[in-house]
């Protein structure tokens, strides 16, 4: 069976702001050391023990996965070769290590070759649990709240521990709900995370690591990109509603409009407005997700939020702010580490495999979910055609529910729009305008940046989770060198399109089944009269829905249904939509019930919905 980690009296005894301290194990009998591996995307993180001061203790250390050379190193400098409880006789061939993520598969043969070991393949998603349930139930001081700078340890009871929602940031990002020991599902994911920042990070600043990233961002000033609420509105408007003048509404937003090329802008404001365009995207699906699940507790883990400051400021604002102060984020020290962390808990389980769940339907029931009562274009009409889920992208994305005729409550929105997709595309390919960058985007070749299931795992893919070595994992995780040239601009053309639209489409399927609608329609100036936008929104919606949600798209002069019937604005309940006070104040505004003015349209304010 091996040897098992006596976890009692576990605690950390350095600065818990330090990093990844080492976690002393007073109880653990000293003996060989243990070493456990997480190979992902783009880290090796590992866990070993060792001796202190006649205690014996868990260590942390971690490298690139380019670099694998040195990690084979350090593991021979350390003297972590030592029998590891698992061999099957005397001989260094037959010495196993306990290992998990996808490149356990992909590099199996590398530590055979190198090391003489072999690698024991454990699920990422179970180990990822077993190593947040282990801090969480026997480190105290492991989990902490961050906001505004300020840093406060949580404790919790290990009695009122379950349920909760994990939000895993590594390459992408993986959500799971937590209900036990070993009891867990996946619940969603999505392909913007840390993998997408760091490699357009790479692109736009030159940044060699994902520190460095970091550390520029701390310099930065991202509203020299952004675009504000005050930008759109005016500061009189804000006012009449409440609004903070400098509520974000469009990532990257201003770029537009500018005449700046990239070289013009300085890296550290780049790498400010990447690091609150994508965690605030992150905590906005997991606050959906929670409210979908009635979960109220949310920690988040992974490699990509490395105790950073202002990432989890920015996470716990957002899931502040999204939720009206009813959710709370917490972190956890060690975040990286999950995984590598539950393959050394498994060091002793008796089972041939650790943590396994059963495969079954109910691992994706979530993402599954929602609208299954799909109503054709021929049974519309001006009864039932009531309540829907109207999304406008402009520069940002605002999702209202339309409940009846002039009858309607802005429920959510975006800062990742078309603004956001414009700016970026001119920033990495020169693009002067939108039909341009969707004409290149025609000609490009996405997975030539983006970094896919398969090349995580194998071209066997993930098959327990029901992911196909295809699926992109994370957009723009494939990006290694700094140099633009090195790429085309029509692939990256193609990364952009297609993960904002994919994100755009589940926001708005989470928004609409939260809301309990059944149909959605998109309109902006981004999506309407652009074949490949509408396209790939469309696309989004059928994977996120497993087909039960339609799509359909509202144009100026009304709304082609899929079936081919032609709907008007005053069908919808919806003919002052554009008109300027509306859109400017409702649109883009804080969450607001009210009624559409009956006034006709002008010519002029027939324009303005799709500018914004």
């Not at 081919?564 to 005053?570: D, I, L, P, R």
């Amino acid at each position: 069976m091996g040897r098992q980690i006596d976890l009692s009296g576990a605690e950390i005894r350095a600065d818990p702001g330090d990093g990844s301290p080492p976690i002393f194990l007073p109880r653990q009998p000293a003996a060989s050391p243990l070493l456990a591996l997480d190979i992902g995307g783009t880290l090796i993180k590992l866990v070993y023990t060792a001796s202190c001061g006649g205690e014996e203790e868990l260590r942390f250390a971690k490298f690139e996965r380019r670099r694998l050379d040195d990690c084979f190193d350090f593991v021979r400098a350390q003297g972590l070769l030592g029998c590891n409880g698992t061999t099957t006789g005397s001989s260094k061939e037959n010495m196993t290590l306990k290992a998990t993520g996808g490149g356990s598969y992909k590099f199996g043969d590398d530590f055979r070759q190198k090391l003489g070991v072999s690698l024991d393949k454990l699920d990422e998603m179970d180990s990822v649990v077993s190593g947040a349930n282990f801090l969480l139930q026997n480190v105290p001081g492991a989990a902490f709240t961050h906001m505004s700078g300020k840093r406060n340890s949580i404790d919790i009871s290990p009695d009122n521990l379950f349920p909760y929602l994990l939000v895993n940031i590594g390459s992408g990002v993986s959500i799971l709900k937590v209900t036990g020991n070993r009891k867990f599902e996946r619940v969603t994911g999505t392909h913007i995370g840390g993998g997408t920042m760091f490699g357009l990070a790479k692109l736009l600043t030159g940044c060699k690591s994902y520190d460095e990233f970091l550390q520029l961002s701390q310099k930065g000033d991202n509203f020299v990109l952004d675009l504000v609420v005050k930008d759109i509105c005016g500061e009189l408007a804000c006012q009449k509603q409440g609004l903070s003048t400098s509520t974000l509404a469009s990532s990257f937003g201003k770029v537009i409009t500018s005449m700046k090329k990239l070289a013009d802008y300085k890296p550290e404001d780049l790498a400010s407005a990447l690091l609150s365009a994508f965690t605030y995207n992150i905590a906005q699906i997991s606050f959906l997700v929670a409210s979908l699940l009635g979960l109220r507790r949310v920690f988040f883990g992974g490699s990509y939020i490395r105790g950073h400051k202002s990432t989890m400021d920015n996470i716990s604002y957002a899931l502040d702010f999204w939720s009206e102060s009813q959710m709370q984020a917490s972190f956890l020290q060690h975040e990286g580490y999950l995984g590598a962390l539950g393959a050394l808990m498994s060091y002793g389980d008796p089972r041939d495999e650790n943590l396994n769940l059963e495969e079954s339907q109910e691992e994706n029931s979530h993402e599954a979910a929602g609208p299954t009562d799909v109503t054709s274009a021929d049974e519309h009409n001006d009864s039932n055609i009531f309540p829907y889920l109207l999304v406008n992208i402009g520069s940002g994305v605002s999702m209202i529910e339309v409940i009846g005729k002039g009858k309607f409550e802005r429920i959510i929105g975006s800062h990742l729009g078309g603004g956001t997709i414009l700016g970026l595309a001119r920033l990495l390919t020169g693009c002067s305008s939108y039909e341009e960058f969707l004409d290149l985007s025609r000609r490009g070749d996405n997975l030539a940046v983006d970094l896919t299931v398969g090349d995580i795992y194998g071209e066997r893919g993930y098959p327990k989770i029901g992911l196909p070595a295809s699926t992109t994992a994370a957009s723009f995780g494939k990006v290694n060198s700094g140099k633009l040239s090195e790429y085309k601009a029509e692939d990256l053309a193609a990364a952009l399109l297609n993960s904002f639209t994919y994100n755009i489409g589940q926001i708005a399927y989470f928004v609409a089944n939260l809301s309990g609608l059944k149909r959605i329609f998109f309109r902006g100036a981004y999506v309407c009269g652009h074949e490949k936008t509408m396209d790939k929104i469309s696309r989004s919606l059928k994977y996120w829905s497993k087909g039960e949600v339609q799509t359909t798209f509202l144009c100026h002069e009304g709304f082609l249904g899929t079936l081919g019937a032609f709907w008007s604005y005053e069908n919808m309940g919806i003919d002052g939509l554009a008109s300027h006070e509306v859109i400017r104040e409702v649109l883009l505004g804080a969450p607001y019930t009210g009624q559409f003015p009956s006034s006709p349209l002008t010519p002029e304010q027939e324009n303005v919905g799709d500018t914004q």
